[in-house]
């Protein structure tokens, strides 16, 4: 009784390793991509040591998804911890950037350019050009504070 119904080639762990790798792309996770290196690792291994039984190769191809899935954990944890990503926080992802007053700051109202957006902004009466720091966010206003006159911009 073998394990696998043909004798697997090369070709066909690194046919595996490709499918592997793709469907990484398609459903990131990073976890199917050390599947796909420990196939494609075993596919290079089976072109130097062709006549490897297919219950051998099972076992190779266990031993390497478990050493390159680890080698992946161990890279991710070596990496620390990843910063929020900005993406769907809208007004809430320019805290802490600085700007200068496009209207004055008129009953608690006024605009301000950050890139090439003008924002309506909230804070205290100031004039315009004032340099002001973006402190909170409301939806798409920004509620913003002045900037000390000896800060630099």
């Not at 062709?50 to 219950?55: E, I, K, Q």
């Amino acid at each position: 009784m073998t394990l696998l119904p043909f004798h697997p080639e090369p070709w066909h762990w690194l046919a595996l390793g490709a499918v592997l790798a793709a469907l990484e792309i398609i459903m990131p996770g990073a976890v199917l991509i050390w599947f796909g290196a420990a196939a494609f690792s075993l596919g290079l291994l089976l072109w130097l040591l062709p006549d490897l039984s297919p219950g051998l190769q099972l076992g190779i191809f266990a031993l390497l998804a478990l050493g390159w899935l680890g080698l992946g954990l161990w890279l991710r944890r070596r990496a620390g911890p990843q910063p929020e990503p900005s993406v769907n926080q809208g007004a809430a992802r320019l805290i802490g950037q600085r700007g200068r007053l496009e209207t004055a700051l008129e009953n608690g109202r006024g605009e301000m350019r950050l890139g090439d957006t003008v924002w309506p902004v909230s804070g205290p009466d100031l004039p315009a050009g004032s340099i002001v720091t973006v402190t909170g966010a409301d939806g798409a206003l920004l509620l913003v504070s002045p900037v000390k006159p000896d800060s630099v911009f």
